[in-house]
Structures are given as C-alpha cells and as structure tokens.
C-alpha cells in the first residue's frame, strides 16, 4: 500500500479494504464502472478526497475516493476496451484482417460468452459503424463455424461462447444434447444438428443413439409436455429422411400414436406445435385417424388459427380434398360461422383468384363482418383479417363485383350498422363500394340517415348490455388506467413491452365503450307483450312448413340483441326474420339457409310467450 494510502488508512479515513481497491487505481488504469462504462484514471488528490476520470461519456469526472474503491473495476491494458481506447486504430484494423482472432479476444476479456448485442455494444460505433457491423458479423459469423473454437447460438438472445481447444461442429452438437436437461434444450439440439447434417461424417455410428435417446426422451414425456415430445419425434423423422444410414427404433413412438392418443384435444396441441413442423405432424393424420382423416382436418378448417387453418387447407388439396374444403367453407360462410382465420386464408389473394374463387361473392363480406364482430370483444384476438380488408384495396371490389344491387345493400347495411370499424375505416370501405358501383352513392347516403334508428331490444339483453357497460367503466377502464401508470414507472417507453401492451389495452376499451353508449343511446327496451299477429312482427312466434319436405319449424322473432339457436329465438335483424317479417299466414316465402335458399309456407302466427 502506497505511504499517501496508508496514512489515510490509518487516520481512518476509509478501512483497509477500502486502500487496498485504491492502491490499484493509479494514474492511467483502465476502468469499468457500471453505469458509465470504460475510463481512464486521470489524478488522484487525497487532500480533496477525489480521484478524477476520464470516461467516455464524461471526461474529468470527480469521483470520492471510497466511491470509486466501490464503484470502479481495474482492467488490464490488453482489455478490449483499453485496446480500443488507446490504439483504436489497430483494433478496426484487426476487426477487417483477422475478425476470428478479435472476436475471440473480445469473448475472452468477458468469461469466454457474451450475446451478439453485448458484442455489438463494444465494437459499434468505435471500432465499426451499425451499417458497417451488420455485414461483418454475418461474413464472420461463417469463419467462426469454421474455426471450431466458437459456439453460436440459434438464438440472438444467447450467448457465443469460446473454446479455449478447438471442437468440431458434430461433436460440439453432439455435446449439447447430451448435456441437455431439457425438453426445449433437446428440441434446439436437435434443430442444430439438423442445420450442420453434413459436418456428421459417419451419420449411423454419430447419430443413431442420439434417434434412440430422442425416441425414450419423447416416450417419457408423452402425457406431461405432449407438444414438446411431439416436436422431438418431427425432428427425429427429419434427421431419418435426410440421412439415409438412420433408422426409426423398433417400437418407437410415431407422430401418428401420439396424434390418436391426443385426439380429443387435437386442436389444442397442434396450436403448440412451432410452425416449421406443423406440416410434417398434420401428414401423419390419414395414418393416425384413417378413414376419419378428412373429418379431423376439416374440422381444423373451422376450428383453427390462421396459420393451422393454411396448413390444414395445404394437406386437403394435396390429397385431392379440395372440393371437400370448398363445401365446407362454403357451407360456414353461408351461417356466417365461418372463423376469421379461415376467411384469412380464404381472402389471400393466391385463394381468391385460383381455384376458391367462386367462393368470393357478397356473402363472403357479410361473413366477414360478423366474424369481426365476434372476435371484437376478445383481447386476444388476431386482427389479420380486418387488416387484410383494410389494407388490400382489391379485396372488396373482387368480393363485390358482378354483384345484384339488393345483395349490395344489403351488405352495405351490415357494414354501416356494423361496430367494428372506426369511422374513417368505415367510411374507406364505402368509398370502395361506390367506386365500383358509383350508382349506389345514393343507396349509401340513404343508409346512413337510417343507422340511427331505434333497436328493439328485451329487456333482458338491455340490462345485461348496461351491466357490461358499467362493469368497463367502473372496473376495467380504471384497472387499465393503473396498469397504464404502473408500466410507465418501468422506465423507457420505447422498450417496455408492458406499457404497449396497457395502452393498446386502452384503445380497445375505449373503443368498447363509445360502441356501447352508442348501442345504448338508440336501444328501445320491450317485452313484446301484445304483438300484433296479423302478420309476422317483432315478439311474434311463426310456424312455417317447408315446402320440400313438408316438415315444420318455428321461430320466436325478438330483439336486437336476442338470439338462442337452441331455443329458436332469432333477432329481427337476422336475414331470416326480414324475410318473414311483415308476411300474413299462408303466405309462401325463400329463406336462405346453410345449403341453399329454401321455400316454405308460413303456417301459423302467435304471441311469443316466455316461458
């Protein structure tokens, strides 16, 4: 310890510990401190107390002297840092001669492991500009893979580590799965091993206990964590078609038994599988459900997301289903329960001009706005569709064109009354339909002064409107807003997932609540008591009789915000009930239905009754 140090030890100035970290603080040391990042000790005065630094951001910075015994971390000379501080020229010359021999002397001044951003923080910009680093990592990134002293990750987000002996790709691959703990861990070896196939020069001896330790690894977790198992059996079928010398083990698990085992909860499963091996599990379904094949992937037509629904739609038409596909969209779009995921994949512009195309009439956008407005009030929903809408402007013209003027109005009603769309999205969806119908301006303007009309709604669905209502103001829009003030104390709005998140939250509540005072400002309660039945009329019950087959149905017409399948209860807003509505018995009416439009004769009209 330096005689100025030890005095001010002694004098109990600061404790040993203290003296001994500034001992190693002289004049010219190379620094880190935490916050500040790489400095250069600059003086030391023990008769002020400070020691001054010059670092990157502040030059002839006062530091106290306990501080800095705490604060501050000596690095050699040969650090990366002081290199570059001191001879910066020869460090950008390095970086374009021998970028192997750097970056492993970067690694090798942090523990041998640091991610491409902590890479990226100390050589951009001193040594190599952003645009510049870009290009060199990726041109180093191939001699690293080469050099065998380096591990790089399939992840940005993990670390490259450095070996002080060098280790070949297949080893080093090897290594990891064996070390792996993990299913996940197991599933990026896999994934590794796969990408450098042919760094293995002798596939059946390297590989094939590796398909064996996958096979038991995935026969173990089975029932625990199916969708990670099931990943590892699509890698393991991957690594046997590639490589010709590899086996599948005898009783081995198969997609196809891991498939039928989970069948019940198919849909939830396929949801977790990673999309790049989704198309190699959903060819295992004629081998796992046989005859019922067709019925599983069609049910995924309807049931699925968008990217389920694609592959799903893939498979079908590779096995010559497609005219199985068609009628099953066609029948889902007609009863308007067609999901938006499927009417995604539909309205993508390769579908809708090839083989589909005859799908793609005005019902399709009345399909498309009630699916929208099912999914509107579900926070995790995927808003794909309504920006396909809104963003390929020759979706509508092509769903609309060669259209009857009624089907357009029609239409054209559901999308004014619709609360899916703000204003200026709406009124960018009209414009489109007069540009290519400019005769119907004056339809449009006329459905516009009708959208205020009253709704006829039940009591009933009033109060429980009003409850939602009050349930958003009182309780969710507050929670948000907190939600809101938590997330901004995080720090830097610009990278906290969480304050986004909050926000995007608020624009769909706030939006929930102007569509709801809105519904309730023109909603008229009722309880459709005295009904004048002369003629079918909102609160009626009428029995009709098809004339097809002469069986009879019935339905109660009620309110706006009425409607049960189950117990036969329509709004009067439904296409069905504006057929009927106004029409005496014995009148003979076309109602639309799932197949196709149907006749029936109405038989009877009576005062609905709740009973």
């Not at 629904?309 to 308007?336: Q, Y």
Request: proline fraction near 3%; hydrophobic fraction near 40%.
């Amino acid at each position: 310890m330096n005689p100025e140090t030890l005095k001010a030890v002694e004098a109990g100035k600061f404790s040993t510990a203290h003296g001994i970290a500034l001992d190693k603080l002289t004049v010219g040391t190379c620094v880190l401190h935490k916050s500040w990042g790489f400095g250069q000790i600059a003086g030391t005065d023990f008769a002020l107390n400070q020691i001054t630094i010059d670092f990157t951001t502040k030059k002839s910075h006062p530091m106290q002297l306990v501080y800095a015994a705490e604060s501050l971390t000596p690095i050699e000379s040969g650090h990366i840092l002081a290199q570059i501080a001191s001879n910066l020229a020869a460090v950008r010359t390095r970086a374009a001669n021998d970028p192997t021999g750097l970056i492993g002397h970067v690694l090798s001044c942090y523990n041998n492991r640091m991610t491409q951003d902590q890479l990226t923080q100390v050589l951009v910009p001193a040594v190599l500009k952003e645009g510049e680093f870009k290009k060199w990592w990726e041109s180093s990134k191939k001699l690293l893979k080469k050099d065998g002293h380096f591990s790089l990750p399939t992840k940005k987000s993990d670390p490259i580590l450095f070996h002080s002996e060098a280790v070949s790709r297949s080893d080093e691959h090897l290594l990891a799965f064996a070390e792996a703990r993990q299913l996940k861990d197991q599933i990026s070896a896999l994934e590794r091993i796969l990408r450098d196939l042919e760094e293995f020069k002798d596939p059946a001896t390297q590989l094939q206990p590796l398909i064996a330790a996958t096979e038991e690894s995935a026969r173990k977790n089975s029932k625990l964590a199916t969708a990670e198992s099931l990943t590892l059996l699509v890698l393991r079928d991957e690594l046997v078609e590639r490589s010709k010398t590899l086996k599948v083990g005898e009783n081995a698990p198969l997609i196809a038994s891991v498939l039928i085992e989970e069948q019940r909860a198919i849909h939830t499963l396929l949801e977790q599988i990673p999309a790049a091996k989704l198309k190699r599990t959903l060819a295992a379904f004629p081998e796992a459900f046989g005859e019922d094949w067709l019925a599983k992937a069609l049910s995924l037509i309807t049931r699925g997301t968008t990217r389920l629904v694609s592959e799903a739609a893939r498979l079908l038409i590779e096995h010559n289903k497609g005219a199985d596909l068609k009628a099953t969209l066609d029948r889902s779009i007609r009863d308007h329960s067609i999901s938006s995921a499927a009417l995604t994949w539909l309205c993508d512009k390769k579908e809708r001009t090839g083989d589909f195309s005859d799908l793609i009439q005005p019902r399709v956008m009345s399909a498309i706005l009630s699916a929208l407005e099912r999914d509107q009030f579900n926070e995790n929903r995927d808003r794909k569709l309504h920006d396909l809408l809104m963003n390929d402007l020759t979706l509508l013209p092509d769903i609309i064109s060669d259209s009857e003027a009624e089907e357009l109005r029609e239409v054209m009603r559901k999308l004014l009354l619709s609360p899916v769309f703000e204003d200026l999205n709406k009124r960018s969806l009209l414009g489109r339909f007069v540009r290519s119908y400019p005769e119907l301006e004056a339809l449009i303007t006329g459905e516009r002064e009708e959208r205020q009309e009253s709704l006829i709604v039940s009591w009933d669905s009033l109060q429980k409107r009003q409850a939602e209502y009050e349930d958003l103001v009182a309780k969710k829009i507050p929670e948000n807003t907190r939600e809101i003030s938590v997330a901004r104390d995080h720090g830097d709005l610009r990278e906290n997932f969480e304050f986004k998140a909050a926000k995007d939250m608020q624009s769909v509540l706030m939006r929930r609540k102007a569509e709801t005072e809105r519904d309730l400002t023109i909603a008229r309660g009722t309880d459709f008591a005295n009904p004048d039945t002369s003629s079918v009329s909102i609160g009626t019950t009428v029995t009709i009789r098809w004339v097809d087959s002469q069986k009879e149905e019935f339905y109660h017409i009620l309110g706006a915000w009425d409607t049960d399948p189950e117990q036969s209860i329509i709004s009067y807003k439904a296409a069905i009930a504006q057929v009927l509505i106004g029409k005496p018995v014995g009148s003979t009416v076309t109602l639309p239905t799932e197949q196709e439009n149907r006749t029936a004769e109405i038989v009877s009209i009576t005062a609905w009754y709740k009973g």
